[in-house]
């Protein structure tokens, strides 16, 4: 008998934040070549040992095919009973190999993943990780907007505990089951930050997720700024960053301010896409499988703008983020502004099993235009700017991105010394003008 499977779309999110475009079915095909799925729990169970044997990179050290074959031996010698018995011993397996971002996913899991690219979701606004050295529950960054938002959560804080129950050993997806609720009704988390606990009570609510905002901001010498702020790399945000980009031509903007700031990530597809609107030329990410085969995704010379730029990051712009703002900087396209990203550099893919649920697994890892690994190092800016922790907490929603945002006061400045220097170039000598003088002078 033969066995057919599908590709999957890779994505780039964290945690709770994953997402995807394309699941795919591990499908048996009979030898007439009809299709028959196999409901059995040993079944989905042996399909998700076969993922990791097929694709999965190995960062931990934790994994070595003669132990998962060994593995395999001893889980389905076992008897389950019914499918959640079986869920159980496939989290089991995937736990003996060290890895937050490769997990299992019952049916209403992992048909809640889907939320987070449809633009809406019910909840507080957290998007969540696991850390990898201390197993804690860690916030990535709140959705703009959000109660988790408005109450200040921060990214990086840790979640102690949800309504009382410890998050000690807890995984994203149980975190997530106990976090998001109905509209209306409320959850308490409580936060570790910086050695203190704060209690923070949260009232869920309908999120509706606008990937894109921008603007025309004015800067005191009358140089007019394109601010786009790009909040998570969703299945709509090419299409609405092209389309603010294009709003913003139109108004005749000189430069501009990318804000990537508490960016989570999202799919990889968004990200390249998104660098390909910004950078004519070059390479923009490469990813490397265990096999070493690298996949390099390029610039298409489709640019909707060469105006100057600046990117405005933070250490909750995590993996799409960081392939976009490594490939701005590495190809001399743009200047970072800002504080060092998450550090978040693993591609997982999702796949489907038979029954309706699935997995997220690490199949690669990926690298910026030269070569650097984002994975625990993140990238960092080229203007290292920080807010203090009361301009955080005294910061509003309507204050992103104005002069009331210490961290965009930097960007606007640096990207007007970089409109100022090329106006000087330009003024120096412009090709096929009567500017001799200039063209003639010695250096």
Same mark, same amino acid.
């Given at each position: 008998?033969?066995?057919?499977?599908?590709?999957?779309?890779?994505?780039?999110?964290?945690?709770?934040?994953?997402?995807?475009?394309?699941?795919?079915?591990?499908?048996?095909?009979?030898?007439?070549?009809?299709?028959?799925?196999?409901?059995?729990?040993?079944?989905?169970?042996?399909?998700?040992?076969?993922?990791?044997?097929?694709?999965?990179?190995?960062?931990?050290?934790?994994?070595?095919?003669?132990?998962?074959?060994?593995?395999?031996?001893?889980?389905?010698?076992?008897?389950?009973?019914?499918?959640?018995?079986?869920?159980?011993?496939?989290?089991?397996?995937?736990?003996?190999?060290?890895?937050?971002?490769?997990?299992?996913?019952?049916?209403?899991?992992?048909?809640?993943?889907?939320?987070?690219?449809?633009?809406?979701?019910?909840?507080?606004?957290?998007?969540?990780?696991?850390?990898?050295?201390?197993?804690?529950?860690?916030?990535?960054?709140?959705?703009?907007?959000?109660?988790?938002?408005?109450?200040?959560?921060?990214?990086?804080?840790?979640?102690?505990?949800?309504?009382?129950? $410890? /998050? #000690?050993?807890?995984?994203?997806?149980?975190? !997530? +089951?106990?976090?998001? =609720?109905? %509209?209306? *009704? @409320?959850?308490?988390?409580?936060?570790?930050?910086?050695?203190?606990?704060?209690?923070?009570?949260?009232?869920?609510?309908?999120?509706?997720?606008?990937?894109?905002?921008?603007?025309?901001?004015?800067?005191?010498?009358?140089?007019?700024?394109?601010?786009?702020?790009?909040?998570?790399?969703?299945?709509?945000?090419?299409?609405?960053?092209?389309?603010?980009?294009?709003?913003?031509?139109?108004?005749?903007?000189?430069?501009?301010?990318?804000?990537?700031?508490?960016?989570?990530?999202?799919?990889?597809?968004?990200?390249?896409?998104?660098?390909?609107?910004?950078?004519?030329?070059?390479?923009?990410? $490469? /990813? #490397?499988?265990?096999?070493?085969?690298?996949? !390099? +995704?390029?610039?298409? =010379?489709? %640019?909707? *703008? @060469?105006?100057?730029?600046?990117?405005?990051?933070?250490?909750?712009?995590?993996?799409?983020?960081?392939?976009?703002?490594?490939?701005?900087?590495?190809?001399?396209?743009?200047?970072?502004?800002?504080?060092?990203?998450?550090?978040?550099?693993?591609?997982?893919?999702?796949?489907?099993?038979?029954?309706?649920?699935?997995?997220?697994?690490?199949?690669?890892?990926?690298?910026?235009?030269?070569?650097?690994?984002?994975?625990?190092?993140?990238?960092?800016?080229?203007?290292?700017?920080?807010?203090?922790?009361?301009?955080?907490?005294?910061?509003?929603?309507?204050?992103?991105?104005?002069?009331?945002? $210490?961290?965009?006061?930097?960007?606007?400045?640096?990207?007007? +010394?970089?409109?100022?220097?090329? %106006?000087?170039?330009?003024?120096?000598?412009?090709?096929?003008?009567?500017?001799?003088?200039?063209?003639?002078?010695?250096?």
């Amino acid at each position: 008998m033969g066995r057919a499977r599908a590709t999957v779309v890779v994505l780039v999110g964290l945690g709770a934040c994953a997402a995807t475009a394309v699941m795919a079915r591990e499908m048996v095909l009979t030898p007439t070549g009809t299709v028959s799925i196999s409901d059995s729990p040993k079944e989905v169970m042996d399909q998700a040992w076969q993922i990791v044997f097929r694709d999965y990179l190995d960062t931990t050290g934790k994994y070595t095919p003669e132990q998962w074959r060994k593995l395999r031996r001893s889980v389905l010698s076992k008897s389950y009973s019914t499918p959640k018995d079986a869920y159980e011993g496939i989290r089991g397996m995937l736990s003996t190999l060290d890895d937050p971002y490769t997990r299992f996913l019952d049916p209403r899991e992992f048909k809640e993943m889907q939320i987070d690219t449809s633009g809406e979701l019910s909840g507080v606004g957290i998007q969540l990780s696991v850390d990898k050295e201390t197993k804690e529950l860690v916030v990535i960054s709140p959705i703009e907007g959000s109660p988790a938002s408005r109450a200040g959560v921060q990214p990086k804080d840790v979640i102690v505990s949800i309504d009382g129950k $410890s /998050t #000690k050993g807890m995984s994203t997806e149980d975190a !997530v +089951k106990l976090i998001r =609720g109905k %509209a209306g *009704t @409320t959850v308490n988390l409580v936060l570790r930050r910086k050695g203190q606990n704060i209690d923070t009570p949260l009232t869920r609510e309908l999120i509706e997720i606008h990937a894109v905002t921008h603007q025309v901001n004015t800067a005191p010498d009358g140089t007019k700024i394109g601010y786009i702020r790009l909040k998570q790399f969703s299945a709509t945000a090419t299409k609405d960053m092209r389309a603010a980009v294009r709003d913003l031509e139109a108004q005749g903007v000189q430069g501009y301010v990318l804000d990537l700031r508490s960016n989570p990530g999202g799919l990889l597809v968004a990200s390249v896409e998104i660098a390909r609107q910004w950078i004519n030329e070059g390479i923009i990410v $490469s /990813t #490397k499988t265990r096999d070493g085969i690298q996949d !390099v +995704k390029r610039a298409t =010379g489709q %640019a909707l *703008t @060469t105006k100057p730029m600046v990117v405005l990051v933070n250490e909750g712009s995590a993996s799409a983020s960081e392939i976009l703002s490594g490939a701005l900087q590495d190809n001399n396209r743009a200047v970072l502004v800002g504080q060092k990203t998450f550090g978040k550099g693993l591609v997982q893919s999702v796949r489907g099993l038979s029954d309706g649920s699935g997995m997220t697994v690490t199949i690669a890892k990926y690298l910026t235009p030269r070569n650097r690994d984002i994975h625990k190092h993140g990238i960092n800016p080229d203007v290292p700017v920080k807010m203090t922790e009361q301009e955080v907490q005294r910061l509003k929603l309507e204050d992103i991105g104005t002069n009331r945002d $210490s961290q965009y006061r930097v960007a606007e400045s640096t990207l007007r +010394k970089q409109l100022q220097a090329g %106006a000087t170039l330009q003024k120096a000598f412009e090709p096929g003008s009567a500017n001799l003088p200039a063209a003639l002078a010695k250096p």
